[in-house]
């Protein structure tokens, strides 16, 4: 099935991106392999390369993956100064460990720190950090104002905070990638202190502007209405809701945990059942229309499920082979990557082949938003900037 061009017919659901981002996370979190785990990033690294747009809100995967360093960087950090509860014989370096009084039993700080605990940091902090890049690819692939069209009723309030919030940064990045670009075309420094701080201003100008106008089409269409249900619904909708999301809650942890698939997959079904219909009786106060409303087509089922294969693939494999996705930081031993949880994390490539691909588009950003077929300019001569 080739992938067709992505139009406004065809483009594919954004809830489908996060249930494969969501696959991919879930992935990571069985195991602590760092070659699994390089390869889940290289897998959501390679499906962004190839599907995402040139929209602002697909520059954020190279401030997730930035993001993903510094969690490794702090997580050896704290290893190397506060210790590791992990014991090992191959002593690093001893630092000069701080007499803490007796109510701080089982913390130190300094002591001796061994290759056994900066090992097991290595691989926690990595673990974390797929995470988080797993997330970011989501954030760089679905559109934000397409996902908010799909949200259920009650969560139409919610979901425009979060998506406001959501692209504020990135339309931030853009104005300043725009006015520097301009400076440097009036022959004007755009490093320094000096042109950060009359950068600042036509950006916080262009922010106010954009609230303002947001603001305006906001109250044009209506939003914040609610329609008059009785006392009984709401109450009944409450404790739906905030009794489904526990029971989701409860029902991941279990998943998540190692100890704990017993219980967890019967209470997230159940707590997904409990939130699924006190949000639908919560859209009944939502008083808003549908102009052409979301497609969930068979790309969609493709992509979703290639994530949930993966998600479901490793959880399978950590239940027959936990040695084999979990490499032991004592005794020190090299990592190997476990044939079959590999072959499964590559079922994660199958979005990249399948979506439809990103219209007038720059690939993996090179820079510079097409309309219409055609590329726009790079940089805007005539954006405002004080006069010095």
Known sequence: MSAPQATRTTALHAGAWWLWALGLATAASRTT?????GLLVGVAGYVVAARRT?????????????????VIAIR????????????????????????LPD????????????????????????????LLI??????????????????????????????????????????VQRLRAARRLRGRPDRGVKALLQVGLPVLEGALERSVALAAAMDARGYGRSAQVPPAVRHTTSVLTLGGLLGVCAGTYGLLGDTGGGYGLPLLLAGL???????????????????????????????????????????WANDYAPAALHPPAVPLTAPVLPLWPAVSVLVGLLPAFVAPLPS?????????????????????????EPTQ
Do not use: Q
């Not at 392999?33 to 785990?37: H, M, T, V």
């Not at 040139?54 to 510094?70: E, H, M, Q």
């Open 273 to 315: 059942a409990a939130a699924l219909a006190g949000l639908w009786l919560g859209g009944r106060r939502s008083v808003r229309s549908r102009y052409r409303p979301e497609r969930w087509g068979a790309r969609a089922w493709l992509v979703a499920g290639s994530g949930i294969a993966v998600a479901a693939l490793m959880i």
């Open 360 to 384: 007038g588009a720059d690939r993996a950003g090179s820079g510079g938003a097409s309309r219409g077929g055609r590329r726009a300019p790079d940089v805007v001569p005539c954006t405002k």
């Open 33 to 37: 392999d760092p070659l699994l785990l």
């Open 103 to 130: 109510w701080a039993k089982g913390v130190r700080i300094g002591g001796r720190v061994t290759a056994e605990g900066m090992v097991f940091a290595l691989y926690d902090g990595l673990k974390l950090a797929t």
């Open 134 to 175: 797993c997330l970011g690819a989501a954030n760089a692939l679905a559109n934000p104002a397409r996902l908010l069209k799909s949200l259920p009723g009650a969560l139409y309030e919610a979901g425009v905070a979060v998506v406001v919030a959501m692209t504020f940064a990135p339309n931030l990045v853009a104005d």
């Open 76 to 99: 050896l950090v704290f290893a190397f100064f506060l210790g590791s509860p992990i014991p090992g014989t191959h002593t690093l370096v001893t630092l000069p460990e701080v007499p």
């Open 54 to 70: 040139d929209a602002p809100w697909a520059r954020s995967y190279g401030a997730f993956v930035k993001l993903g360093l510094v």
